[in-house]
Nanobody, 129 residues
């Protein structure tokens, strides 16, 4: 069974940095896009950053452009989100997502040209002022 597993969340003061990781097991060759989403209490889940695996093209939400960087390791089984200059409004549960994967399919959210259907369990990021 495939799995997306996030790690690296935590609490940080405004202006600080965190690096999230997502380890993908059961990776399939049909996976085209991977992304990070976030969901704050009482708000809808929103796309933060995405990566097209074949081209390496990245897309960022305007709210994080210039502060967050999405990347992957050479073996293509770990996705990262480097978050710098964090703000209190970045506080949310952050989810790793894939368009196609193995395992249980979840709700569909669209971001940056892809529909994302497979999700990790999420990791909490809390930024204090």
């Amino acid at each position: 069974q495939g799995q997306l597993a996030e790690s690296g969340g935590g609490s940080v003061q405004a202006g600080g940095s965190l690096r999230l990781s997502c380890t993908a097991t059961g990776y399939t060759v049909t996976t085209s896009c991977m992304a990070w989403f976030r969901q704050a209490p009482g708000k809808q889940r929103e796309g933060v950053a995405s990566l097209f695996l074949r081209s390496g093209t990245t897309i960022y939400a305007p709210s994080v452009e210039g502060r967050f960087t999405i990347s992957r390791d050479n073996s293509m089984n770990t996705l990262f989100l480097q978050m710098n200059s964090l703000k209190p409004e970045d506080t949310a549960v952050y989810y790793c997502a894939a368009d196609n994967f193995v395992g249980r399919r979840g709700d569909t959210y669209y971001f940056g040209g892809c529909d994302y259907n497979y999700w990790g369990q999420g990791t909490q990021v809390t930024v204090s002022s």
